[in-house]
C-alpha cells in the first residue's frame, strides 16, 4: 500500500513538515510494510515559498528591501528550476510588519514587493509566480510599479511615491522606464478573490479596515482609487474593473495584470503545477491532506479542495485530517475529500487544542489508519 500526505500547516501549532512526520510514523505502527510519501503544500499563503522549495529542492534568496512604511528590511523569494522564482508579496509588504498602532493604509506601499520583483528579473529568473495574500497596503500596486521603473505623476509632473494617498494625486503615469526583462517574463497571480478594485466589493471596502482604515480614511482611499482607474483606463485602454481579482491585495492585483500583463491563478493549483502533485500521485492507494480548521471556505481554492478534487480525477480516495470542523464543512465531500477527522477528542477551549496540537493529531492519525485496517479486513 502506497500513502501520499499532502496536508496544509496548522497555523501557528504544525507545519507541513511536522504533520508529515507525524503522520509517517503513525502510518508505519499500524502498516508497517507500507510506502510513503509526504510533500509539504500552501494555497498560495503563509508558508507557500517554504513548501514550493521544499518540493523542487530550490534555494532561498534573502533580498534588502523597504518595508511597508517604507523602513528598511530584510525579505526573500524561492528560486528554483533554473529559470522560475516565486514570491509572497506579504515576506515585504505584509500586515504583520506594521506595528498595530501605526496601521494606516494611506501611509503604507508595496514597493518592497516591487523590490523582490526586480531583484528576480535582475537575477535572470523569467517565470514569477507571487501570492498576493495578507497585505497592509491599499496602494493600487503603485509602490511595486514603482520599484520597477513606471513613474507615476501628480498635477505638477512630480513623482509620487506610491503610498495609498497618493491615489488622489495621479494625474499622469509613466511607462517608459519600467524594466526591459518585464517583456520577456511570465508572470502569474495566486489570488483566490474575485474582488474588482473599486465599489462596494472592491479592494478598499473589503480589506481596508482590517489594515487600519477607518470610515473617512476608507472613502478616501476609494475616491483615489476611482481616480486611479480611471487613469489606467485613459493611459493603457485597459478598464481594471472589468478584472475579476484586481482588488487583491489593496489592488496590487489590478497593477500586475496592467503593467506586468499578469495571469491570475488559484493559488493551490499554482502550486500543485509547480510541484507537479499529478505525478506524484502515481500508484498511490490513499491521500491525506488538511488544514487547521475545515469548513465552508475551504472548498474556495484552500488546500483539501485542491487535493481532492486532483485526486478524485484520479479515482484515489481522500482523507481530511483537520484540526476543528466549521459550519459547512461536510460541503467538501463534493469536492474529492472522502472523510474528515478531526483532531479534538474532547470537550477543551481553543488554547489547549493549540497547546496540545501535536498530541491530538497524533491520536487523530492512529485512529483513522485502525479504522483503515478495519475496513480493511471487512468481507
Known amino acids: 500500500m502506497k500513502l501520499l500526505f499532502a496536508s496544509d500547516s496548522f497555523k501557528g501549532t504544525l507545519s507541513s513538515e511536522k504533520i508529515i512526520d507525524l503522520l509517517t510514523e503513525a502510518a508505519n505502527k ?39 512604511l517604507m523602513e528598511a528590511a530584510e525579505a526573500h523569494y524561492g528560486e528554483f528550476n533554473g529559470d522560475s522564482a516565486i514570491i509572497e508579496m506579504a515576506a515585504a509588504s505584509g500586515l504583520p510588519m506594521v506595528p498595530a498602532d501605526m496601521r494606516n493604509p494611506l501611509n503604507t506601499t508595496t514597493y518592497g514587493t516591487g523590490e523582490l520583483i526586480k531583484d528576480a528579473l535582475d537575477s535572470g529568473y523569467r517565470k514569477i509566480s507571487i501570492a498576493i495574500g495578507g497585505s497592509a497596503t491599499n496602494d493600487g500596486g503603485m509602490g511595486a510599479m514603482s520599484a520597477l521603473g513606471i513613474r507615476f505623476l501628480d498635477a505638477n509632473g512630480h513623482v509620487l511615491t506610491g503610498i495609498g494617498s497618493d491615489l488622489q494625486k495621479v494625474k499622469d503615469i509613466d511607462i517608459s522606464g519600467i524594466h526591459p526583462a518585464i517583456a520577456e517574463t511570465a508572470f502569474t497571480i495566486m489570488c483566490d478573490v474575485n474582488n474588482p478594485l473599486t465599489g462596494p466589493d472592491g479592494a478598499t471596502y473589503t480589506f481596508g479596515k482590517q489594515k487600519g482604515g477607518t470610515p473617512e480614511i476608507l472613502d478616501e482611499l476609494e475616491a483615489g482609487m476611482k481616480q486611479y482607474a480611471a487613469i489606467i483606463l485613459n493611459k493603457t485602454g485597459v478598464n481594471v474593473d472589468k478584472i475579476p481579482g484586481a482588488g487583491a491585495a489593496g489592488g496590487l492585483g489590478a497593477a500586475l495584470c496592467v503593467f506586468l500583463k ?20 502515481e500508484g498511490v492507494d490513499l491521500v491525506t491532506t488538511g488544514e487547521g480548521r475545515i469548513d465552508w471556505q475551504s472548498t ?8 481532492g478534487m486532483r485526486c478524485k ?13 466549521g459550519d459547512g464543512a461536510t460541503k467538501i465531500f463534493e469536492y474529492g475529500v472522502d472523510s474528515i477527522i478531526p483532531t479534538i477528542n474532547g470537550a477543551m477551549d481553543i488554547k489547549e487544542a493549540l497547546d496540545r496540537a501535536e498530541e491530538l493529531y497524533v491520536g487523530a492519525a492512529d485512529r483513522m489508519f485502525r479504522l483503515l485496517k478495519i475496513g480493511m479486513q471487512i468481507k
Not at 510513503?36 to 523542487?56: F, K, R, Y
Not at 480525477?313 to 470542523?325: D, E
Open 30 to 68: 499500524v502498516f508497517p510494510e507500507c510506502d510513503t510519501l509526504g510533500v509539504p503544500i500552501a494555497d498560495g499563503g503563509e508558508g507557500t515559498v517554504d513548501a514550493v522549495i521544499s518540493v523542487t529542492k530550490g534555494n532561498i534568496r534573502r533580498v534588502k528591501i523597504h518595508g511597508p
Open 262 to 281: 499578469a495571469n491570475l491563478k488559484s493559488g493551490i493549483e499554482t502550486i500543485l503545477d509547480i510541484i507537479d502533485f499529478n505525478s506524484l500521485l
Open 300 to 307: 474556495f481554492g484552500k488546500v483539501p479542495s485542491g487535493i
Open 313 to 325: 480525477q484520479k479515482g484515489i480516495p481522500v482523507i481530511a485530517v483537520v484540526g476543528g470542523m
